[in-house]
């Protein structure tokens, strides 16, 4: 099992930056492909970007493509996600997510994702 922690949110300007902080706490980290979802208030969980567990390949969702880095330091049981250019289309709860045999083809479907954390509220202002 993996118990996952987020920070880093927080109340920013449009056109400013955010880094979000993921610290999973358990064994085997390294072995848990890893994502980001957010969900916005009367709208369905939306999946951001993930990071796979051999390769470090990261995918990203077309809404952040060019604006959003994510990365893993395996050392830290810890994925990051560097936010840059946010707008206030961004507002949401983001969450982490773990598991650990999901084909590349499923990864932007949570039903895929065994762990959750609890989330971090970022809050963009126009």
């Known amino acids: 099992q993996v118990q996952l922690v987020e920070s880093g949110g927080g109340l920013v300007q449009t056109g400013g930056s955010l880094r979000l902080s993921c610290a999973a706490s358990?064994?085997?980290?390294?072995?848990?492909?890893m994502a980001w979802f957010r969900q916005a208030p009367g709208k369905e969980r939306e999946f951001v970007a993930s990071i796979r567990r051999n390769s470090g390949t990261t995918i990203y969702a077309d809404t952040v493509k060019g604006r959003f880095t994510m990365s893993r330091d395996n050392a830290k049981n810890t994925v990051y996600l560097e936010m840059n250019s946010l707008t206030p289309e961004d507002t949401a709860v983001y969450h982490c997510a773990a598991n650990r045999g999901a084909i590349l083809s499923t990864i932007r479907n949570p039903t895929v994702y065994d762990y959750w954390g609890q989330g971090t509220q970022v809050t963009v202002s126009s």
């Open positions: 358990g064994r085997d980290f390294r072995t848990y492909n």
